[in-house]
């Protein structure tokens, strides 16, 4: 199961992001996010679908069925593009009423049913049903970021940040497409060798994060290897 101090995170990770989403103006739906070709209507609409595709995913197994979090991949893409051209307010509630849905969902599930696993598309990847609450703090703060608006990377919560580097150094570890350096997050006094221990790149541990999977480009970061390493495209968001 997972721990209180996960679900009370991502609680407090909720709480964030739906006081930021309710302070938008009308016109800040529609403002480009940091996401190429997505504007915070976009942003928003995700994390809405993500959370209602978790749940439903979730509650199949207090039933007994098996619910993929989305049918395909082109019905995820769809969904998105559908839901954020809606009106400000039907997003804004269906983001409200998901997560909600999402923290009863956890509330209900067994110890053994949280041993299960659910199954991102019908044909798979399958993964453990107690991942979905890193996964889904993922989502929430990554994509609060990417809003643009005024939180940021900087503002993750130092837990947050830490299991971020745990995840992202071990993918770019696995990836065929990153090269082997180490990385050092100043604030923290701890090191992650992705693949080696040198070069090594330093830096506070958000900072960190936000250049492993893909955004920015390192600013504030420092390495001993002259450059920063030219890293692999980052695991698919769920």
Do not use: C, K
């Not at 995913?57 to 395909?72: C, D, F, M, N, R």
């Not at 997560?99 to 956890?106: G, K, M, S």
């Not at 453990?128 to 940021?152: F, K």
């Amino acid at each position: 199961m997972p721990t209180a101090e996960a679900l009370e995170s991502l609680h407090h990770s909720d709480q964030r992001l739906l006081r930021t989403v309710d302070s938008q103006s009308a016109g800040d739906w529609r403002e480009p996010s940091l996401l190429p070709g997505w504007t915070r209507a976009h942003v928003v609409a995700h994390l809405a679908l993500n959370a209602e595709g978790f749940a439903g995913a979730l509650e199949g197994l207090t039933t007994g069925e098996q619910v993929a979090i989305y049918p395909s991949n082109d019905a995820r893409t769809a969904g998105i593009h559908e839901l954020a051209q809606a009106e400000t307010p039907e997003i804004r509630e269906r983001l409200f009423a998901a997560t909600q849905r999402l923290r009863d969902v956890f509330g209900l599930l067994t110890a053994e049913q949280w041993e299960g696993t659910v199954n991102r598309l019908p044909e798979g990847p399958v993964w453990p049903a107690v991942d979905l609450v890193e996964a889904r703090q993922r989502e929430v703060e990554i994509h609060h970021a990417d809003l643009g608006l005024d939180y940021t990377h900087a503002d993750w919560p130092v837990d947050f940040a830490t299991t971020l580097l745990d995840s992202s150094t071990a993918t770019h570890d696995l990836s065929p497409d990153s090269p082997a350096f180490a990385v050092r997050a100043t604030d923290l006094g701890r090191t992650w060798p992705v693949g080696a221990a040198a070069p090594e790149v330093s830096g506070g541990a958000s900072a960190l994060g936000w250049w492993l999977i893909g955004r920015g480009d390192g600013d504030g970061l420092e390495t001993d290897g002259g450059v920063l390493p030219a890293l692999g495209p980052w695991q698919r968001a769920r």
